[in-house]
Nanobody, 126 residues
Framework: QVQLVESGGGLVQPGGSLRLSCTASGFSLDEHIIAWFRQAPGKEREGVSCISSSDTSTYYADSVKGRFTISRDDSQNTATLQVNGLSPEDTAVYYC???????????????????WGQGTQVTVSS
């Protein structure tokens, strides 16, 4: 079965951190870019970060630069989003997505991704 599965979400206090994981099964991530998106209630989906497959170059939305770090481990068929310095504005469902192309670009949030996960909830509240 081809799928992406996110994990690692939860409830965290402002200023806290989480480590979100995205694990692929049924296909190999190694030729895919991997992106993280989030969607808060009543808001449009936002592209958060992207990591290339060819050179592991990365892109981040301005709202998360310096706080979030994306990485990948193709040997484990996983990607990770380390999220630090969380605020209530970061509360959302976080999704990972994969697309068969070598590199992310500044418009990564507009690509049509081949695979999507089901999402993991991140709630930031005191």
């Amino acid at each position: 079965q081809v799928q992406l599965v996110e994990s690692g979400g939860g409830l965290v206090q402002p200023g806290g951190s989480l480590r979100l994981s995205c694990t692929a099964s049924g296909f190999s991530l190694d030729e895919h870019i991997i992106a993280w998106f989030r969607q808060a209630p009543g808001k449009e989906r936002e592209g958060v970060s992207c990591i290339s497959s060819s050179d592991t170059s990365t892109y981040y939305a301005d709202s998360v630069k310096g706080r979030f770090t994306i990485s990948r481990d193709d040997s484990q068929n996983t990607a990770t989003l380390q999220v630090n310095g969380l605020s209530p504005e970061d509360t959302a469902v976080y999704y990972c997505a994969a697309d068969l192309r070598p590199r992310c670009g500044v418009l990564f949030s507009t690509y049509r991704y081949d695979y999507w996960g089901q999402g993991t909830q991140v709630t930031v509240s005191s």
